[in-house]
T-cell receptor, first 113, second 114 residues
């Protein structure tokens, strides 16, 4: 069945470095992808989204890249800060007309001062 | 603060019991979603309601049920609880029909079944 997964379960970076979090998806029919951030003890928080008709979308310090050819999604965080430490999930909409999100397992980002 | 509220924050109960989790969506949001987050399964979509009607169903057990009331708050009922039901349960809301599928998550209810 369809699934969304992450390549790396953990990532440690130094403060100020750029971080790249990767995600693979399996359903080529998916047309919408979202990155969520979950801090300890909190619910997931929307970061950025991208539609399948786009290759790149930029937000504040974050960029999402979509490669439909290899069904790969990445989240780039520029100048990573300690406040970026969290678990990051990619999510995929796989049913037309429904907002049913399929989440990947998550990847923990630790930013070292 | 996402604007989504969930009660209770923590819940400890015994196997075989029944509990009700409550969610109030953001003002103006018509859709409510329930998710289960456990260590081994990650975030799993359970069910979605839109303006009082069930709209999508995910991996929700028959022992679980939900509803959305006229004031748009939602309740998730978990019955015949098992140890494996221990998890974080999140509610999320969104404005269905908007260009974005962005969902706003509540702080969650931590359920512990002993």
């Amino acid at each position: 069945g369809e699934s969304v997964g992450l390549h790396l379960p953990t990532l440690s970076v130094q403060e100020g470095d750029n971080s790249i979090i990767n995600c693979a998806y399996s359903n080529s029919a998916s047309d919408y992808f979202i990155w969520y951030k979950q801090e300890s003890g909190k619910g997931p928080q929307f970061i950025i989204d991208i539609r399948s008709n786009m290759d790149k979308r930029q937000g504040q310090r974050v960029t999402v890249l979509l490669n439909k050819t290899v069904k790969h999604l990445s989240l780039q965080i520029a100048a990573t800060q300690p406040g970026d430490s969290a678990v990051y999930f990619c999510a995929e909409i796989i049913e037309g007309g429904s907002e049913k999100l399929v989440f990947g397992k998550g990847m923990k980002l630790t930013v070292n001062p | 603060d996402s604007g989504v509220t969930q009660t209770p924050k923590h819940l400890i109960t015994a196997t075989g019991q029944r509990v009700t989790l409550r969610c109030s969506p953001r003002s103006g949001d018509l859709s409510v979603y329930w998710y289960q987050q456990s260590l081994d399964q990650g975030l799993q979509f359970l069910i979605q309601y839109y303006n009082g009607e069930e709209r999508a169903k995910g991996n929700i057990l028959e022992r679980f049920s939900a509803q959305q009331f006229p004031d748009l708050h939602s309740e998730l009922n978990l019955s015949s609880l098992e140890l494996g039901d221990s998890a974080l349960y999140f509610c999320a809301s969104s404005v269905t029909g908007a260009r974005s599928y962005e969902q706003y998550f509540g702080p969650g209810t931590r359920l512990t079944v002993t």
